[in-house]
């Protein structure tokens, strides 16, 4: 298992390098100038991240500090052991669904305090990894069809990010 | 939605340290949280870059129609009804295959043109009422399950928080979204289902016709436009 998962990456950018070397010249350079495109637009998004990240960060560190982080953690345990889920992951879990750089924001403040190899570290990963800003995906696909009833919607879309937390920290425990 | 997240985590850190008598302490975990998004945003850049520059490689080089291709069947039967009038399902595969390459910029708009054409197929239901149909739900709900097939952002800040091994988690995180976009499609079908079933058996809806007639009636609706 852990070998295949290392080769997943390794894969992917060979399958990248032999499609830009066995391509006819004009589409091999296409598909540079389309790596190019897509390196800058990455290097866009973290950018723009970082005046949200600031602004995060710094309160996620303070509700570390403040031993909020703990004292919900500590209260979040019982739940959490039943179900498998390490406590450390709680608040990902409240914002997952409300927006990304939030998300983004309290991952990356995770994996420096848990290795992003741990169980913690990897729960988090594989929940960030198989679901969506849930909230935020709703709101914006009815209001462009100006949809204000959107029956089961909202409680379908909790069920299945509950559905993904559980399955996530089983299937790390499996894997690993 | 941000500006709210901030304001409760300020304030909860605020009354909680007041409590625990750790207020001194919540200044220099500001100034350094801050400094640390520098850090982490800088992490970000390369991985970032890398991983948005393969994904649009595989774009240009025909992933998306080889995908296309691919779930094309599958989306037919989850939707039938766009599939029988003949309209949204191009949208929908466009918009399913474009957030599978994680193609975040090209996706919303796509997933907003599919919307469109499903209100259009419900036109009574979605103009009258102002109600979602079921398909909508059903897209919706499949859309807040990460179809990602390579989540660029999650790769970023492992290889930025110095993992060992940031692509080890992909294979869980495949299994894990299928089988979420499994029960997505399953959690939004069971109640429309359940629904409509209880609708034809306790209470037929006064303004409607017997469903063989309402079936024609709307079929026939659709020939003439």
Known sequence: ?176 | MLGKIFGVLCLISLVCASITGKLEALGGAAAQGAASAVTVSLGLLGAMALWNGIMRVLDAAGATRALAAVTAPILRFVFPDAYRKNRGISEITAAVTANMLGLGNAATPLSIAAMKALAENGRDEVAVRGRATDEMVTFVVLSTASLDLVPTTLLALRTAAGSANPGEILVPVWICSSLCALSAVLLAKIPSAVGRWLGRTIKPPADSSPPKMGWRKRRGDGMLS
Request: include cysteine.
């Open chain 1, 1 to 176: 298992m852990k070998f295949a998962a290392g080769l997943v990456v390794p894969l992917i950018l060979a399958a990248v390098g032999a499609l830009m070397l066995f391509a006819r010249r004009e589409k091999s350079e296409k598909y540079f100038d389309a790596f190019i495109a897509g390196a800058r637009d990455g290097m866009q998004t973290a950018v723009k991240l970082l005046p949200a990240l600031v602004a995060l960060l710094c309160a996620v560190a303070m509700f570390n500090a403040s031993g909020a982080a703990e004292l919900l953690a500590r209260l979040a345990a019982p739940v959490c052991g039943a179900l498998g889920i390490p406590p450390e992951i709680i608040p990902l879990l409240v914002v997952r669904p409300v927006s990304g750089s939030a998300s983004s924001a309290l991952a990356a403040e995770l994996f420096s305090r848990v290795s992003p190899d741990s169980f913690a570290g990897r729960c988090a990963s594989v929940i960030l990894g198989s679901s969506d800003t849930a909230l935020y995906i709703i709101a914006v696909y009815f209001a462009a069809v100006g949809i204000k009833k959107t029956r089961h919607t909202l409680p379908a879309a909790l069920a299945v990010m509950a559905v993904c937390v559980l399955l996530a920290c089983t299937l790390v425990r499996w894997l690993y």
